[in-house]
């Protein structure tokens, strides 16, 4: 079955690195997804990888990918209070598939 | 607007009660997406339309709940003998699916806050 975990919260001082991590089970996940959702507002594409890259970077943005463990991180550099939002891991099988999405990591930066 | 749009965005209704949310997509969009967001959890999918035909309807929970996109567009989730249960956050999205221009991305609407009393 399709299943992806993340943890719920994640507390990060101004200035630091936030790592986000995810877990999925379905082995034939082809795409792998970072949404982000602030306060009051829909859900947004923050970046994505294919399964057959192992990182991807965008700007302070950092994307690996363990296959073999079917593990996802999503690193942001020199976090700022505007990152403060619910970041959700999400896969499918194809860019024509449904979405399967975690329960969102929670992101709360300390002043 | 360029973006997804879903009405209403508020509805409160008592248990028993017929509800309809509508989606409107971004305009060219082939696919359409129901999820359901309850409070602290992510997005459960619920169903997807490529065009006007169903394409997985695997997410629908039970049969009180149903969804058309009769002219492939703008598409209603019906929820027929609401119960308390099926109070959450109904977001829609639309894609690219199907065209080869298809990143995979979702775009999103702000969803409709339906409170079952």
């Known amino acids: 079955g399709e299943d992806v975990e993340q943890s719920l919260f994640l507390s990060v001082r101004e200035g630091d690195s936030s790592v986000i991590n995810c877990t999925y089970t379905d082995s034939s996940s082809t795409y792998l997804y970072w949404y982000k959702q602030e306060p009051g507002a829909g859900l947004q594409l923050l970046t994505y990888?294919?399964?057959?890259?192992d990182m991807k970077q965008d700007q302070r943005l950092t994307v690996l990918l363990n296959k073999k463990d079917k593990h996802l991180s999503l690193r942001i550099a020199d976090t700022q209070t505007g990152d403060s939002a619910i970041y959700f891991c999400a896969e499918s099988r194809s860019r024509d598939d449904k979405i399967i999405f975690g329960k969102g990591t929670r992101l709360h930066i300390l002043p | 607007g360029a973006g997804v749009s879903q009405t209403p965005s508020n509805k409160v209704t008592e248990k028993g009660k017929y509800v309809e949310l509508r989606c409107d997509p971004i305009?060219?969009?082939?696919?359409l997406y129901w999820y359901r967001q309850s409070l602290g959890q992510g997005p459960e999918f619920l169903i997807y339309?490529?065009?006007?035909?169903?394409?997985?309807d695997s997410g629908l929970p039970n049969d009180r709940f149903f969804a058309v996109r009769p002219e492939g567009s703008v598409s209603t989730l019906k929820i027929q003998r609401t119960e308390r249960g099926d109070s959450a956050v109904y977001l829609c999205?639309?894609?690219?699916?199907?065209?080869?221009?298809?990143?995979?991305?979702?775009?999103f609407g702000e969803g409709s806050r339906l409170t079952v009393l």
């Open positions: 999205a639309s894609s690219l699916s199907g065209t080869g221009l298809n990143t995979g991305e979702l775009f």
């Open positions: 305009s060219g969009h082939t696919a």
């Open positions: 990888i294919f399964s057959n890259m």
């Open positions: 339309f490529q065009g006007t035909g169903a394409a997985d």
